[in-house]
């Protein structure tokens, strides 16, 4: 089998799954004690988290070890248990804290069925229709090791949570008397639950408690990831024209034969896709800021945005989001066209065809703006958005 290793998931089975995540360090540490891993191939996905007894390197230094062993002794088909009993049995337990040195929760996908095994971190939750779903729960005895083992159906809809102990033990001592715990965890994400919400909506709503009941402050590390099962959306965006003028038609028959979702990034492109269509470019009043120009509309495109200088304001969103996880869903409230073009290729687009034209913008060049610096743009935008887990196809690239 080659593996493939990343840090987030596209798919389970032939469902399209959304993957969001926030891991947290606990205060004044410069690293985090919780670690997960994804191997995946064509036919099933590996995840595994792992949280480190204490914090800091040492942590992360167990945390690793334990979600990477587990992570590639299960996605070179050693039986499940198998692995799972001959990592539990090198982990001591700690004898002064009698708590195990690591704890770690296994996710492993085949087809779209889950099989889950949790040793010691909170069990994790399934959410279907917006309401939790109490699964079956096998125990596991290895050593003084106790295993849950379970198997879930993962459905287009459903959303299933996983976490450190760093969010059930949140507020202990502060707001609360023994840790948040998994209870009101469950009733809290039924409660901010809402059709449609991304997998990062939730594990940065969840993580964002977790800091409130702690007063602000991250007394233990602390991780949430969330898995959406998805409804198939294509996403198909056009930045600039062609720079051979007589591609133009080509160019749009193919743009427009694409089932989805259209947007429509740069003036001169928009002007070119509205004579095409034989409609007006319409200013949408007051949707400009400072930094963001204004957006427009054309009947028969879903977003138009300006060119350049809203895919700058993209990249600066993602390099925000991708240093604090916690900003995205700050970043998908606002109303700003760069924004709106952050909330539907990051949020809702499961797969997304990119047509990339570079014509020369003789007002750029006025500007000694080279027509390099939108390619680049483009170029980082689709490596963010790969990076996130869209599966990303360049439809047409003129140069």
């Known amino acids: 089998m080659e593996e493939k290793r990343y840090k987030t998931i596209q798919k389970i089975g032939e469902i399209p799954t959304g993957f969001g995540r926030v891991s947290l360090n606990k205060k004044k540490e410069k690293i985090c004690g919780d670690y997960y891993t994804v191997i995946t191939d064509q036919d099933s996905t590996v995840l595994v988290l792992s949280d480190g007894l204490g914090s800091g390197v040492k942590a992360n230094i167990l945390a690793t070890l334990t979600a990477q062993m587990l992570s590639i002794m299960i996605a070179r088909n050693m039986d499940i248990q198998t692995a799972v009993k001959a990592v539990a049995d090198t982990l001591p337990i700690c004898s002064v804290r009698n708590l195990a040195y690591a704890t770690f929760t296994v996710l492993v996908a085949k087809g779209d069925e889950i099989c889950l095994l949790q040793y010691d971190n909170p069990d994790a939750v399934l959410l279907r229709n917006g309401k939790n779903v109490e699964y079956q729960r096998e125990i596991l005895i290895f050593g003084e090791k106790e295993i849950h083992q379970s198997y879930l159906r993962f459905q287009t809809g459903d959303m299933l949570i996983l976490m450190s102990d760093g969010v059930t033990n949140a507020g202990m001592g502060k707001t609360t008397y023994g840790g948040w715990g998994r209870e009101e965890v469950v009733k809290f994400c039924e409660q901010r639950y809402r059709k449609g919400m991304s997998a990062q909506e939730m594990s940065s709503i969840i993580a964002n408690a977790g800091q409130d009941l702690n007063l602000d402050e991250t007394d233990d590390d602390l991780t949430v990831l969330t898995l959406t099962g998805m409804q198939k959306n294509v996403v198909n965006i056009m930045v600039g ?33 509205a004579d095409y269509l034989k409609e007006k470019v319409i200013g949408i009043a007051d949707s400009g800021t400072k930094e963001v120009p204004a957006m427009s509309k054309i009947k028969g495109i879903d977003l138009v945005t300006e060119g350049l200088l809203t895919l700058q304001k993209v990249i600066d969103y993602y390099e925000e989001f991708k240093e604090d996880r916690l900003c995205y869903n700050r970043i998908i409230k606002k109303k700003d066209g760069a924004a709106e ?59």
Request: proline letters at 2%; a neutral charge.
């Open 241 to 273: 024209p062609p720079a051979d003028r007589e591609d133009d038609r080509s160019y749009f028959e193919t743009f427009f034969q694409k089932e989805g979702m259209r947007l429509v990034c740069g003036g001169t492109t928009a002007k070119l896709v």
């Open 341 to 399: 073009l952050f909330r539907v290729l990051f949020a809702e687009a499961t797969e997304i065809n990119f047509f990339f034209g570079n014509a020369l913008n003789e007002n750029y060049t006025a500007l000694h703006i080279e027509r390099e610096k939108k390619k680049k743009l483009a170029l980082q935008l689709i490596d963010a958005l790969e990076a996130e887990g869209k599966k990303v196809k360049i439809c047409f690239w003129c140069v």
